[in-house]
């Protein structure tokens, strides 16, 4: 579950900086000293650690594992390991072909995985797959000439196995000759799979839904089992119960018997399970470790064992008791962890504009830099591997604060120009610049503002407590307690301090509600909190206006709300007023604002003109600079601050809806006079930037952005942010991590040239992500004790890798080695392949009995683009040729394809029902595109089975997510006239992955009939009308996942009717899913648990159905559907349903 509200402007990044001292570096830099890491791997022969996926040789003789991306072997005995792979792509999962020969395994050198195969000796690879789905190799058919490999592709057209893309892969084998279309074993979801020697049976790891891989110590119905596969039959026999994780299954050297992965003693160790029909499997364990996990097991033909452990080697001769760790050593010849210096024009994370609109801030990974708006000139002001953010500048412009974090809690620092300003005016052409930390007291201080003066420091310090700092007698003082506010992602607060300095805007939370309010406190902290709202709904990012006269704000009171599955909610734009005065001058129609303004003008000329008489009266000379006040947002002509007038008797009344209406608003700002609201909105393509006059409500689109789909969650994401110059003119705008300067006059568009010189160091990098990874959930984590599990120890047992790491694949793996053992849902670290092959689709199944040439099409999937192809392709027809090329058994159908997806292809169609050869052109779909068409075809199979088997009595809608999206499609399918007669309606949410709707959707089902509308004995129905108001059941699986989850628990807690199917595994919880600062990163922290009444955490807590039905894998591969079969029969006998 995850929560979508309006965050704040300040972008939600993690990392910062340790400082060190002043320093001059070329013409100016800042030295950051981090605090100690470890110490680097030096080149030359090393005993390396975080040797992963050993495999040992058939003869037992040698081990090939991975380490730092690349292929090694290494003597079984120990010894000298010889690189058999080099160059910067990563390998994983090396297997041996039955004699040895050679190696497989899988290879990112294209972006995603692909299975290669290499000779054991080492020497040139050849590429067996090209498809754009990770494949990973789990080993050979007995007779070598195939590798066996799991992957996405595409199920059977057979098998009821829902689409779920990635997490379900299917078993395949492709032949080592290499660049043939692969064929597939059988649709169920495999992985870790093994051909006896007959070739006759398979055993096989299970996979039944989502979970991160790397998670420890669960025990519920997602965890792994091992199978049986009977290859002659078609059978499956399951072979372990243990309610835990069973992985990684291998045959013993007799075949009647298998090892495997168990965590049936607590940590994964070895097992052994008999497989003979006349002695009963009992699981017999084989090694004993107490902490850390076994992986990656394997056997060789006389039944010695190899696995991973503590990122090393072990093995056990066959028969023996003692695990013996292999001594390894590597002679390293290159080093992808040096230093390099990057100069980066994108990937802007934060922006602030200098007050006198000469040069703008930005951060980018990590780093703080000054750009000269005009110039392009970019000026570094941090040089850290960690990070900085929540840049501000001071009202003279000459300094600037930030938030940094490096090994450290965060702190506040402050950076300035040390030269006069008449030497040095800008930071873009200093050369000297001090550092120093301005609040450093162990808490987390972060999102820091000058006050108007600039003679103090607002921050907030752990997260939610906004306090403030004297510059210069260092004392501060709380204006608002932490008890107000939670934060669910670091950014996510707000406050705004007033032009005359004695006031605060904020955020809070009241009501004891997860529902934000705005509110006004005053800055000397005195003065308790008034709530300005007052309202049910989020209102947020209150900002004055007017120079303080007024405020806006956000408001979602007419939009749609965020449904915290990426959907961002809509909102308003709203203004309230101090005084009555102020008003009544917005309420002012144009002519009389006007007229206004003409009176206003000729006041300003006749005191301006007495002004000068008095001047040339009485000549004085113009003060030096020292003497000059400062210039700040409400000075007066004698530059005094004039105080705001702040009348809060009926300010409720004294409010005014800006927008015309409700839109996903990312950023808005009014501007310097009041008069035009500028704001940036999604749109279809990206953002769109809009000028709205309030007044006479002229709306105006000025530019539009083309951005990537907004991801509150998983992936790479940036803010994004608007900035006025104070001139009101123009607009600066961040989207996708680039700036642009908009007129706001006519919407020219003119980007910020932005060249930021990174001194890019991976190692010290990544020890720092490390490390703010492990803080991030000691200080975020849903409780306190973290599952009970010692944070510390693990930081110490997983932080030993980093120096032997050198990628980012690598880095993922190993965090999310270390999350896993928190034992929680919603966690793991992520990597995001950048540039990668994509394998384009043609929207057909195809029969995988058909030996060629060409391809049978064995069924067109609706909607697809061969559906609508002129002349139509049909099931048997042949598709020979694709763009010229003929298709053959040695053709590889994801290689001709290759981005494809949108281009116009030719390809040449067969008839055999009429001997007939057609060239058609069509452009082939992206393969996301074609899985939302299996899966509406998946819908549409389950909603006949139920209305075949119902008789028509029973209708069914599949719940995808719990989004708006899906709750829409939900409504229109149950209360619509294709369900709108039936009795009964099921409601299916298996491998519903979450968001938040788990409210709505009980709501919806919980209706009961209270009214009948009647006109003149005509009936129009019973209220209510738009809720389901009859029997209903719910369908649920293991991969149900966090507000996936928590609908079926709530569906029970309000006794609304059956939940029919399998466990649902305990993962209600609400996340943030971070991305890091190097944008390929991002990891999950469960954030929010959920209690319920009784005392019990969603968490970690397995809601059992009323009615238990698994969906075995053969009835699946078969097309069948237990599951809804059951769901059927239990409401067919329910009171007035049955026909």
Not at 31 to 53: D, K, M, N, Q, S
Not at 478 to 506: H, R
Not at 853 to 874: H, N, Q
Request: glycine share 8%; with cysteine.
């Amino acid at each position: 579950m995850s929560r979508t509200s309006i965050s704040g402007r300040i972008a939600a990044c993690p990392p910062g900086a340790v400082w060190a001292l002043l320093i001059t570096y070329n013409l100016f830099l800042l030295l950051l000293t981090p605090a100690p890491a470890a110490e680097p791997v030096p080149l030359g022969p090393v005993t390396p650690l975080w040797l992963r996926y050993p495999a040992i040789s058939p003869d037992g003789k040698n081990i090939a594992f991975t380490f730092r991306g690349n292929l090694f072997r290494v003597p079984a005995t120990g010894g000298q390991a010889i690189a058999l792979t080099a160059g910067p792509a990563h390998r994983i999962a090396p297997v041996w072909s039955p004699d040895g020969k050679y190696l497989a395994f899988a290879s990112d050198e294209y972006g995603n995985y692909d299975i290669f195969l290499i000779s054991a000796d080492g020497g040139p690879v050849r590429r067996l797959t090209d498809h754009s789905a990770d494949e990973i190799p789990a080993g050979f058919t007995p007779d070598g000439q195939y590798v066996v490999f799991s992957a996405h592709r595409m199920n059977s057209a057979k098998s009821s196995k829902f689409p779920l893309g990635r997490v379900l892969p299917e078993l395949y084998r492709v032949s080592i000759e290499g660049r043939k279309e692969p064929d597939q074993i059988f649709s169920t979801p495999a992985r870790n799979a093994h051909f006896d020697r007959t070739g006759q049976r398979i055993i096989y790891e299970d996979i039944k839904g989502y979970e991160d891989l790397w998670r420890k110590h669960e025990t519920f119905s997602i965890a792994h089992d091992i199978w049986l596969y009977d290859v002659q039959s078609g059978d499956y026999t399951k072979l372990t119960d243990y309610p835990g994780e069973d992985r990684e299954p291998v045959w013993a050297s007799d075949q009647q018997s298998v090892f495997y992965l168990s965590e049936q003693s607590g940590s994964s160790n070895v097992w052994r399970l008999s497989l003979d029909q006349n002695r009963p499997g009992i699981p017999v364990q084989v090694t004993h470790f107490d902490k850390n996990p076994v992986r990656f097991l394997s056997a060789d033909d006389i039944g010695d064992l190899c696995f991973g452990y503590d990122g090393e080697i072990y093995t056990l001769p066959s028969g023996g008791n003692e695990p013996r760790k292999i001594a390894v050593q590597i002679a390293l010849a290159d080093d992808r962890n040096r230093v390099s210096t990057q100069v980066q024009s994108a990937g802007v994370t934060d922006v602030a504009l200098s007050p006198n609109g000469k040069e703008i801030a930005v951060v980018i990974r990590g780093d703080i830099y000054v750009v000269s708006v005009e110039h392009g000139e970019t000026k570094r002001i941090t040089n850290t591997p960690g990070q900085e953010r929540t840049v501000h500048f001071s009202p003279d412009s000459r300094h600037l604060v930030f938030a940094a974090e490096y090994n450290r809690p965060w702190a506040v620092y402050e950076a300035s120009i040390v030269a006069p300003k008449e030497k040095e005016p800008y930071f873009f052409d200093s050369t000297v610049i001090d550092v120093h930390p301005v609040v450093e007291n162990g808490r987390e201080n972060f999102q820091p503002q000058y006050s108007p003066d600039g003679k103090e420091v607002a921050y907030l310090e752990d997260r939610t407590t906004l306090k403030v700092i004297n510059l210069d007698t260092k004392q501060t003082r709380v204006i608002l307690p932490g008890e107000y506010n939670y934060s669910y992602e670091d950014g996510d607060q707000w406050y705004d301090w007033a032009p005359d300095g004695k006031w605060f805007l904020v955020d809070f939370l009241d009501r004891n509600r997860w529902s934000a309010e705005a509110g006004i406190v005053d800055a000397e902290g005195k003065v308790r909190l008034t709530n300005l709202t007052n309202s049910g709904y989020d209102d947020l990012r209150p900002q004055w206006v007017n120079g303080g006269k007024s405020m806006i704000w956000f408001t979602d009171r007419y939009g749609l709300h965020g449904d915290g599955a990426g959907q961002l909610p809509q909102v308003d734009v709203y203004e309230m007023f101090f005084s009555r005065e102020a008003f009544d001058r917005f309420r002012l129609s144009p002519a009389e604002f006007a007229v206004l303004k003409e009176q206003e003008d000729d006041a300003k000329k006749e005191k301006g003109k007495q002004k000068d008489e008095k001047t040339s009266a009485s000549p004085t000379p113009p003060p030096s600079p020292e003497q000059r006040p400062a210039v700040t947002p409400a000075a007066t002509d004698s530059g005094k601050t004039e105080p705001l007038t702040i009348d809060l008797k009926n300010i409720e009344d004294r409010t005014a809806r800006l927008t015309l209406a409700s839109s996903q608003v990312a950023d808005a700002h009014l501007t310097k006079d009041g008069e035009t609201l500028v704001y940036l909105a999604k749109s279809a393509k990206g953002y769109e930037l809009w000028s709205l006059k309030p007044r006479d409500k002229e709306l105006k689109r000025l530019a539009e952005f083309d951005a990537g789909e907004h991801r509150h969650g998983p992936g790479p994401a940036f803010p994004e942010q608007v900035e006025l110059d104070g001139e009101g003119k123009n607009a600066f705008i961040l989207v996708e991590g680039r700036l642009t300067k908009v007129s706001l006059a006519d919407g020219k568009q003119e980007p910020v040239k932005v060249a930021a010189e990174k001194e890019l160091d991976p190692a010290a990098e990544r020890a720092y992500l490390f490390e703010h990874i492990w803080r991030q959930v000691k200080e975020k984590f849903y409780v306190a004790d973290l599952h009970g599990v010692d944070w510390e120890y693990y930081k110490q047992v997983y932080a030993r890798f980093l120096p032997y790491i050198d990628d980012n694949r690598d880095f993922a793996e190993l965090t999310s080695e270390m999350l896993g053992e928190l034992n929680a849902s919603h966690t793991g670290c992520r990597f995001v392949a950048q540039d990668q092959d994509q394998t384009a689709a043609l929207g057909a199944f195809f029969d995988p009995q058909y030996k060629g040439p060409g391809i049978r099409v064995e069924e067109v999937i609706a909607k697809g683009p061969l559906s609508t192809t002129d002349p139509v392709i049909t099931a048997g027809m042949v598709i020979e040729k694709i763009n010229g090329v003929p298709i053959d058994p040695a053709t590889d159908l994801s290689a001709l394809l290759n981005h494809k997806a949108g281009k116009l292809i030719d390809v040449t169609v067969f008839d055999p029902a009429k001997g007939t050869r057609t060239d058609v052109t069509f452009k082939p779909i992206s393969l996301g595109e074609q899985e939302n068409l299996l899966y509406e075809r998946w819908v549409r199979q389950r909603r006949e089975l139920v209305d075949r088997l119902s008789h028509g009595t029973i209708g069914y809608v599949h719940v995808r997510g719990m989004d708006d999206e899906s709750y829409r499609n939900t409504f229109a399918e149950s209360l619509g006239g294709r369900q709108s007669g039936k009795k009964a309606l099921i409601v299916d949410t298996r491998f519903n992955g979450g968001g938040n709707l788990h409210d709505e959707l009980q709501t919806f089902l919980s209706g009961r009939p209270y009214l009948h509308a009647v006109p003149r004995g005509q009936s129009l129905g019973w209220d209510p009308f738009n809720k389901w108001a009859k029997t209903n059941a719910v369908l649920v699986n293991e991969s149900n996942y966090s507000d996936g989850m928590l609908f079926p628990w709530v569906y029970q807690f309000f006794h609304l009717g059956k939940v029919i199917g399998m466990p649902v595994p305990g993962t209600g919880t609400a996340v943030w899913w971070e991305t890091l600062q190097d944008p390929s990163l991002f990891f999950g922290i469960p954030e929010v648990g959920y209690i319920d009444e009784k005392g019990q955490w969603m968490e970690r807590t397995q809601v059992e159905p009323d009615i238990r039905v698994n969906n075995d894998p053969k009835s699946v591969a078969e097309g069948r559907d237990l599951q809804i079969e059951r769901a059927v029969q239990e409401l067919m006998g329910a009171d007035g349903v049955h026909g």
